[in-house]
């Protein structure tokens, strides 16, 4: 069975840089079926998605966060990583990694073909506070 | 892209059947028939529970079902029952490739 698990620091500091790892294991990172995902979630507030990248490397990021945040994959480790600069209270929230999918008919191989979230891990708390 | 529409709480009874509706825009849930559903019990993570709109994953009970008209989808559960109890999200794909979800919706078993 597929699990997923984030880690990193729980506590960064005003416009320093947030660094989080997912390790994947009962899977291959490098299945060509799947993608591997960030999401958020604030204190008491919504799901937010973030990125999205493929065993190839490939990337799609949401527009707004895509200056400040950078995913990488390292397929000999089973691991995807996030990392989110300049980050500021705001950036406080639980994040998620994730195994995603595309969707029938759309482009292949690509990771802004991704539809819906199938997998998540446990979730880990960052608080950005000085 | 905003976040689609939710009601911020829904309850029912046991045994009663209610809705959830979550509504978007032409440029997502319009768009596509790319929307998913997903289930979130207090400090845990959420899970998936239906996909392209009307599919359920395997081993998710067919209490749930989701359907779309237009910008706006819909998650049904029948037979209301207390493990029901959690926030339900919502989630849409988007003409610029994005996945957006909902604002949540707490569904309360009276």
């Known amino acids: 069975q597929l699990q997923l698990r984030e880690a990193g620091p729980g506590l960064v500091k005003p416009s320093e840089t947030l660094s989080l790892t997912c390790t994947v294991s009962?899977?291959?990172?490098?299945?060509?079926?799947?993608?591997w995902a960030w999401i958020r979630q604030a204190p008491g507030k919504g799901l937010e998605w973030f990125g999205n990248?493929?065993?190839?490397?490939?990337?799609y990021y949401k527009p707004s966060l895509k200056s400040r945040m950078t995913i990488s994959v390292d397929t000999t480790e089973n691991q995807f990583s996030l990392r989110l600069t300049s980050v500021t209270a705001a950036d406080t929230a639980v994040y998620y990694c994730a195994r995603a999918e595309a969707g029938p008919r759309l482009p292949t191989e690509t990771p802004a073909s991704v539809t819906l979230i199938r997998d998540w891990g446990q979730g880990t708390l960052v608080t950005v506070s000085s | 892209q905003s976040a689609l529409t939710q009601p911020a709480s829904v309850s029912g009874s046991p045994g009663q059947s209610i809705t959830i509706s979550c509504t978007g825009s032409s440029t997502d849930i319009g768009a596509y028939d790319f929307v998913s559903w997903y289930q979130q019990h207090p400090g845990k993570a959420p899970q998936l529970i239906i996909y392209?709109?009307?599919n359920r994953p395997s081993g998710v009970s067919n209490r749930f079902s989701g359907s779309k008209s237009g910008n706006t989808a819909s998650l049904t559960i029948s037979g209301l029952q207390g493990e029901d109890e959690a926030d339900y999200y919502c989630?849409?794909?988007?003409?610029?490739?994005?996945?957006?979800f909902g604002g949540g919706t707490k569904v309360t078993v009276l």
């Open positions: 009962g899977g291959s990172i490098s299945s060509s079926n799947f993608y």
């Open positions: 989630g849409s794909y988007t003409s610029s490739s994005t996945l957006v």
């Open positions: 990248v493929y065993y190839t490397g490939r990337t």
């Open positions: 392209d709109v009307t």
